[in-house]
């Protein structure tokens, strides 16, 4: 779940932004009246400053977009942009050759320069413009039938506006049928783009839309164990040198956690511990696998169901665990949006969520019997949160899906997994398959 806190001064660069963004359609006929600024009527209804500037910039970028040329070159940046969802880092995008043309679109119709309008977009979070939904982009030419949205946080309900600049009443729940660019803050490594393997998925290269519609998924290379050309070419098997350890085979999961509006999840497997007398620094992330962590420990889960072969914990790490702290240790589920395995501190007490969970699961909240054979036994271990200290990373307002409580301990059992996940409550949001296995 996103969470932000903002500078007031930064904030009170909201009129400045206003002035900047004040007239803007970039449309085919440059004589159209310019709209007077959203900011003020947003904050009428109740938007925080930073939601107004960023909604006003949304309805900004709408208007603009009325052009259609402007349109089409947009879908083709897209379309061509070298990161899973086709995303485009806002800001780099409209200070490269090809985004200076929505840039200078604002600019001209506008009360400031490019220069302007790159500074005040530094007063705003770093933000990701795409369209998040895959049938979306397999659908849109660069049409006028498009919305641009905009969200500060993943709970709220967005902003958005039509080509016209009238606002669209959008639901959290599901999409709507008119195509979503949306604005929002960055939840993306740029840094890491596409593997040959994954440019190759994209499909025909001049295809029409964003996305083409007879090109595989890009998340099916993530499942691998490893991509196909660093195994050696081929991808016939996985590389020699796997660790002993728990690994993750199979995971569904209910609630991911993601509204459609952020597009995939960032799902990511945290090792959460209790800390052992003068061994404080076991209290916090012993091992975090997911999409944005590298091999052997990346996985991509974007859709309930995953299964592939990805490492949890390996067996150094569980026999240096083990050496000081009996209790057993918790396999816990989040949907991580901005920085990579870093569980956010603030809004609430997950010692709290995990004493309720043991409760729910007859004390059981840790893997309790991961099997295996020989160096690669797991040893069992139970506990309740209760051992844990007042640790700051106990402190967390990412979204936390559950905790792994062993499902013969509970009395479940199902064919594809041997754990259940355990969120407030009791409530199961999903299942897994963890094992120990021997290296490889």
């Not at 967390?396 to 905790?403: E, I, V």
């Amino acid at each position: 779940m996103m969470r932000y806190t903002w500078n007031s001064a930064v904030a009170g660069s909201a009129s400045a932004l206003a002035l900047a963004l004040v007239a803007a359609a970039c449309t085919a006929d440059s004589t159209v009246p310019v709209p007077p600024s959203a900011v003020a009527a947003l904050i009428s209804e109740g938007r925080s400053d930073l939601q107004s500037r960023q909604g006003e910039l949304a309805r900004r970028v709408a208007l603009a977009l009325r052009d259609p040329d402007l349109c089409q070159r947009v879908k083709v940046d897209m379309r061509d942009a070298p990161m899973k969802e086709f995303k485009l880092r806002l800001a780099d995008y409209l200070n490269g050759s090809s985004g200076r043309n929505l840039l200078s679109s604002v600019a001209r119709h506008g009360a400031t320069s490019e220069a302007g309008i790159l500074g005040d977009l530094r007063g705003l979070p770093p933000l990701e413009f795409y369209m998040p939904v895959a049938a979306h982009r397999k659908r849109w030419r660069g049409e006028d039938n498009l919305i641009v949205a905009t969200q500060v946080e993943d709970t709220e309900v967005p902003i958005a506006w039509d080509l016209s600049g009238k606002r669209v009443t959008l639901s959290l729940a599901a999409p709507p049928e008119a195509p979503v660019l949306v604005l929002v803050p960055v939840e993306t490594d740029f840094s890491r783009g596409l593997t040959a393997v994954e440019r190759a998925k994209r499909g025909n290269p001049k295809r029409e839309t964003i996305e083409d519609p007879a090109a595989p998924a890009e998340a099916t290379t993530y499942g691998l164990v490893c991509d196909p050309l660093s195994c050696g070419g081929g991808g016939g098997g996985p590389p020699l040198g796997l660790p002993a350890g728990l690994y993750i085979t199979f995971q569904r999961l209910v609630d991911m956690g993601e509204p459609w509006t952020l597009g995939a999840p960032e799902i990511e497997v945290h090792v959460h511990g209790p800390p052992a007398p003068g061994m404080s620094h076991f209290g916090a992330d012993l091992a975090c696998s997911g999409d944005r962590v590298s091999y052997p420990r990346g996985f991509n889960q974007d859709n309930a169901f995953w299964n592939g072969d990805a490492l949890v914990f390996d067996q150094n790490q569980i026999n240096n665990y083990n050496a000081i702290q009996q209790s057993g240790f918790n396999v816990s589920v989040w949907e991580d949006d901005n920085n990579k395995c870093e569980t956010k501190q603030e809004s609430f007490n997950l010692a709290q969520r995990w004493q309720q969970i043991s409760a729910a699961a007859g004390g059981y909240a840790a893997v309790t019997a991961a099997t295996g054979v020989g160096p690669t036994l797991i040893a069992a271990g139970t506990f309740v949160a209760t051992v844990y200290q007042s640790l700051s990373f106990l402190w967390t307002n990412d979204d936390f899906l559950g905790t792994y409580v062993n499902a013969a301990a509970i009395g479940a059992s199902y064919a594809d997994a041997n754990h259940v996940l355990f969120r407030d409550g009791g409530n199961i949001n999903g299942r897994a398959m963890l094992v120990s296995k021997a290296a490889r």
